[in-house]
């Protein structure tokens, strides 16, 4: 199964295209790192997956042939944008209590539970907390919907070393012990490094590069993805710029 798969996907704001002609299936079981130059479409192209924007071209679905944005789709999908996107003027609680009634599957206990092992307190308010709590706070909601897909755009781009690793060993985690899929776009390329089974490359808003992570390491002889997507889009350079 597919847990994302567009074809001939575009989204274009005013004459601008910020996706064309994405063709691209994600396979379920994986950490998949989405990586790219600034501009290259990656925030476009999660948006679209979870049903955020409307393509201008194309057709894109989820979970195994769902079309994007269908309540069948959100059912399995979890969201974590990159600005954290708690309300600041709430308090944990209310965080939990809100997100429950919003959606239609929520595993509270489960919530309250992990937050109790991570130290953050339910009475403080969201704004009060350090950005890696707060990151700590939105993946839990997330994961508390027991989602089939966990979608995650920049989420350690603002975090202190300790915290992108904390927050990474949580996602790791979740796709190892409940089979979450997990689509991950950041620049951070040193914690995808022990995450990302299956690698995306975009740029200029085309998919440049995709498949599982150790064959394209041997067939481009990288060490690491780091070196394989900078090595790739200076080789191409030409290619990207027509």
Same mark, same amino acid.
Request: with cysteine; proline share 4%; net charge positive.
């Given at each position: 199964?597919?847990?994302?798969?567009?074809?001939?996907?575009?989204?274009? /704001?005013?004459?601008?295209?910020?996706?064309?002609?994405?063709?691209?299936?994600?396979?379920?079981?994986?950490?998949?790192?989405?990586?790219?130059?600034?501009?290259?479409?990656?925030?476009?192209?999660?948006?679209?997956?979870?049903?955020?924007?409307?393509?201008?071209?194309?057709?894109?679905?989820?979970?195994?042939?769902?079309?994007?944005?269908?309540?069948?789709?959100?059912?399995?999908?979890?969201?974590?944008? !990159?600005?954290?996107?708690?309300?600041?003027?709430?308090?944990?609680?209310?965080?939990? /209590?809100?997100?429950?009634?919003?959606? #239609?599957?929520?595993?509270?206990? /489960?919530?309250?539970?992990?937050?109790?092992?991570?130290?953050?307190?339910?009475?403080?308010?969201? #704004?009060?907390?350090?950005?890696?709590? !707060?990151?700590?706070?939105?993946?839990?909601?997330?994961?508390?919907?027991?989602?089939?897909?966990?979608?995650?755009?920049?989420?350690?781009?603002?975090?202190?070393?300790?915290?992108?690793?904390?927050?990474?060993?949580?996602?790791?985690?979740?796709?190892?012990?409940?089979?979450?899929?997990? &689509?991950?776009?950041?620049?951070?390329?040193?914690?995808?490094?022990?995450?990302?089974? /299956?690698?995306?490359?975009?740029?200029?808003?085309?998919?440049?590069?995709?498949?599982?992570?150790?064959? &394209?390491?041997?067939?481009?002889?990288?060490?690491?993805?780091?070196?394989?997507?900078?090595?790739?889009?200076?080789?191409?350079?030409?290619?990207?710029?027509?």
């Amino acid at each position: 199964m597919n847990v994302v798969e567009a074809s001939g996907l575009g989204k274009r /704001y005013g004459g601008t295209w910020a996706l064309r002609e994405c063709t691209l299936a994600v396979p379920a079981g994986h950490v998949t790192a989405l990586v790219g130059p600034n501009g290259a479409g990656k925030t476009t192209l999660l948006n679209l997956a979870v049903g955020l924007a409307a393509p201008s071209a194309g057709r894109v679905t989820v979970l195994g042939g769902r079309p994007a944005g269908s309540p069948a789709a959100l059912d399995g999908i979890a969201f974590v944008a !990159q600005d954290t996107p708690l309300y600041r003027n709430l308090s944990v609680a209310d965080m939990i /209590y809100l997100t429950r009634n919003l959606n #239609r599957h929520f595993d509270r206990a /489960y919530a309250e539970a992990r937050l109790a092992e991570l130290g953050i307190p339910q009475k403080r308010k969201t #704004r009060k907390l350090s950005g890696g709590q !707060q990151a700590q706070v939105a993946l839990t909601l997330a994961l508390a919907r027991r989602p089939r897909l966990l979608v995650l755009d920049e989420p350690v781009a603002m975090l202190d070393p300790v915290a992108r690793h904390d927050f990474m060993d949580t996602v790791l985690a979740a796709a190892s012990a409940d089979g979450v899929s997990v &689509l991950l776009s950041s620049h951070v390329l040193a914690e995808l490094e022990r995450a990302a089974g /299956y690698l995306v490359l975009l740029s200029r808003g085309q998919v440049r590069l995709a498949g599982e992570v150790k064959g &394209l390491l041997a067939t481009h002889e990288a060490t690491s993805l780091e070196e394989l997507a900078l090595s790739y889009l200076r080789q191409h350079a030409t290619e990207v710029a027509r």
